[in-house]
C-alpha cells in the first residue's frame, strides 16, 4: 500500500488529454512538499519529467505539465502520442515519518 | 554527461551481505545529495537511503533501518550500500539517483543493478 495513492491505469486517444492524480495526506502534498513526477519504459531507469521544485527540466515537451491543489496533485499530459505509453510515478516527501521520501504506485499509461 | 554506473549486485543467500556501488561521472559529485531507490520487478518504486554531499545527513526507509547503511566517497566520486542480514524482500532492481538539494526531484539516474536474495 502506497502512501500516494495513484489509479493503476488510464488511458486515452492520440491527440487526447488524459491525467493522472496522486493523492496523498496532511504529512505529505497537504504538507506543502514539493511532488515529483517520473516516467519509466519497459526495463529502463525512471527518468524525471516534472520536478516540483525546479519545474519541467530541459528536454521534456511542454505537453506534460503538473498541478497540486490541497493534499492531491496531478500530471496533465496534452496531445497524447503513442510513444507517451509509459509508467507514471509521483513523489514527494513525507514529515509523518523519520526522514522519508514516498513514490505513488505507479500509473499504466496506454495510448489507444 | 551525466552517468551513474551500479555495480556489486547478483545473487545472495538470506542473511548474507552485498554491497552496491555507484560510480558518478560528468559533474561535481560532491555538490549533490545521493539516493538509492529500489524496484522489485513488476512492482513500483521504493526509496531506500539518502546522503547529503558532505554525509553529514543520512536517512533510511523504515524496511531497512538497521541492516543498511550509505555511504560516500567523493574524492571517488562513488556511493556505496552495504547491505546486511538480506531477505528475500529486499530482491529489487537498486538504482542509484541524485538530487540537487533536499527538496528537488531525482533528475539523474543510474541504469539499475540487480540483487536476488534466495537459497
Known amino acids: 500500500q502506497s502512501v500516494l495513492t495513484q489509479p493503476p491505469s488510464v488511458s486515452g486517444a492520440p491527440g487526447q488529454r488524459v491525467t493522472i492524480s496522486c493523492t496523498g495526506s496532511?504529512?505529505?502534498?497537504?504538507?506543502?512538499?514539493?511532488v515529483h513526477w517520473y516516467q519509466q519504459f519497459p526495463g529502463t531507469a525512471p527518468k524525471i519529467l516534472i520536478d516540483?521544485?525546479?519545474g519541467r527540466p530541459s528536454g521534456v515537451p511542454e505537453r506534460f505539465s503538473g498541478s497540486k491543489s490541497g493534499t492531491s496533485a496531478s500530471l496533465a499530459i496534452t496531445g497524447l502520442q503513442a510513444e507517451d505509453e509509459a509508467v507514471y510515478y509521483c513523489?514527494?516527501?513525507?514529515?509523518?515519518?523519520?526522514?522519508?521520501?514516498?513514490f505513488g504506485g505507479g500509473t499504466k499509461l496506454t495510448v489507444l | 554527461q551525466v552517468q551513474l554506473l551500479e555495480s556489486g549486485g547478483g545473487l545472495v543467500k538470506p542473511g548474507g551481505s552485498l554491497r552496491l556501488s555507484c560510480a558518478a561521472t560528468?559533474?561535481?559529485?560532491?555538490?549533490?545529495?545521493m539516493n538509492w531507490i529500489r524496484q522489485v520487478p513488476g512492482k513500483g518504486l521504493e526509496w531506500v537511503s539518502y546522503?547529503?554531499?558532505?554525509?553529514?545527513?543520512?536517512y533510511y526507509a523504515d524496511s531497512v533501518k538497521g541492516r543498511f547503511t550509505v555511504s560516500r566517497d567523493n574524492a571517488k566520486n562513488s556511493l556505496y550500500l552495504h547491505m546486511n542480514s538480506l531477505r528475500a524482500e529486499d530482491t529489487a532492481v537498486y538504482y542509484c539517483?541524485?538530487?540537487?538539494?533536499?527538496?528537488?526531484?531525482?533528475?539523474?539516474w543510474g541504469q539499475g543493478i540487480l540483487v536476488t536474495v534466495s537459497s
Open positions: 539517483a541524485r538530487k540537487y538539494n533536499f527538496w528537488s526531484g531525482l533528475d539523474s
Open positions: 560528468g559533474f561535481s559529485f560532491s555538490d549533490y545529495y
Open positions: 546522503i547529503s554531499g558532505g554525509s553529514t545527513s543520512i
Open positions: 496532511s504529512s505529505n502534498i497537504g504538507a506543502g512538499h514539493h
Open positions: 516540483g521544485y525546479n
Open positions: 513523489q514527494s516527501y513525507d514529515s509523518s515519518l523519520s526522514g522519508s521520501w514516498v
